[in-house]
């Protein structure tokens, strides 16, 4: 049964082969989710039609709920605490019932911290009840789309008619929910040499994971011996400090030092993670920037948003050192978590090398509470 069109069975293998499988329906998901076109999962049976509160048209707000269902909006428990609501249910997901007076600003309020405007205090008693599969797997699709985690969320009574009706993606909850935490599969798609400053003989090798996202690199910087452990870093993309020289976090002087050490040791890795902003992405990194401006700590301003404190999949790293037949590492990191993941992936890590550099007046505490809160190891 096709996993986004379950009213389609056909015995044609040649049909099968052409049909989408899971991880490519759900790849369709998050772009329809990101263009704020809903999409239907099913689920405990119930079915449900879903779209992020930060890519909802008023249009489409009104036309979902002119189905005549009561709609809910599904936030994260961090994002709940935010707002000052109590008694929260004991649950990483929840669902709140829309009250009737409340319309798209007060969604876009409840969802968004630059819009504010919304505490508990100014709100109507709200009901408020653990998220089930479908509200997990909303949560988890806006992760994955980088979008804010708040999604509205209407039942709806018969699903598949619906789907081809509206011409909507559709697809199981519980199937979206183990796509999404397995580990990807990082395949090669180029490499090429690349001389640089730091280091003449220097290589690129790109990688693109299964799920048709964004690649991944893996920089060789000298000619490192793979006999021996091989000094690694992690690196994850940091655009504000790598290519913008941003005072407010240690990033680029990081990923400087790194590769100097790993020229001075004429061989190294440089594996430079596209997970902008600990897995959140640019435009929710800026929003939490924000947030640390009004007096908020890096940990506190990622939960004001709703999303936890790393969503960053270091597997990726391993996958990428497989791939590159390293199996042994010295790693440069101040990150403890950085160095149980490998080893919980089947790398030895033989040595953590600290990467102690970048502390600036302005950063000063972002680092603490990246020692505090995060466990790095910075003295």
Not at 244 to 256: T, V
Not at 271 to 277: A, S, V
């Amino acid at each position: 049964m096709n996993a986004l069109r379950p009213a389609r069975v056909t015995d044609d293998p040649v049909l099968s082969i052409l049909a989408p499988n899971a991880l490519e329906c759900l790849t369709r998901l998050r772009g329809d989710l990101r263009l704020g076109l809903p999409v239907i999962l099913t689920g405990d049976g119930a079915a449900c039609f879903v779209v992020p509160v930060e890519t909802l048209s008023s249009e489409r707000h009104t036309a979902l709920l002119s189905e005549g269902a009561i709609g809910e909006v599904v936030l994260t428990r961090h994002r709940a605490a935010m707002l000052g609501l109590h008694g929260l249910p004991d649950a990483e997901v929840l669902s709140i019932a829309l009250p009737a007076q409340a319309g798209i600003d007060w969604l876009l309020r409840l969802a968004d911290p630059a819009l504010s405007g919304v505490q508990a205090a100014a709100m109507p008693q709200l009901r408020i009840s653990a998220g089930k599969t479908i509200h997990r797997a909303a949560i988890a699709l806006a992760k994955s789309a980088q979008l804010l985690p708040a999604t509205l969320v209407v039942p709806v009574e018969d699903a598949v008619n619906a789907a081809m009706r509206h011409g909507l993606s559709i697809m199981d909850a519980n199937l979206i929910l183990s796509e999404l935490t397995r580990a990807r599969v990082q395949y090669p798609v180029a490499s090429a040499r690349l001389p640089m400053t730091v280091h003449e003989a220097g290589q690129v090798h790109v990688y693109r994971p299964d799920d048709g996202g964004i690649e991944h690199y893996a920089i060789e910087i000298g000619s490192p011996d793979r006999s021996r452990p091989v000094l690694v870093r992690l690196h994850s993309a940091c655009f504000t400090g790598d290519v913008l020289g941003s005072l407010k976090c240690d990033c680029g002087p990081q990923l400087n030092a790194a590769t100097a050490a790993m020229a001075a040791a004429e061989g190294g890795i440089l594996l430079y993670l596209n997970q902008e902003g600990r897995g959140i992405g640019l435009a929710n990194k800026m929003r939490a920037y924000a947030l640390q401006d009004q007096g908020l700590d890096t940990v506190e301003a990622n939960h004001h948003l709703g999303f936890d404190d790393d969503e960053r999949d270091f597997r990726i790293g391993s996958a990428l050192l497989a791939r590159l037949g390293i199996a042994s590492v010295r790693l440069l990191t101040n990150n403890p978590a950085k160095v149980a993941m490998l080893q919980a992936q089947g790398i030895t890590v033989s040595e953590r090398v600290p990467l102690r550099v970048g502390q600036t007046a302005q950063n000063a505490h972002y680092l603490s509470t990246k020692a505090a809160k995060s466990g790095h190891l910075l003295k």
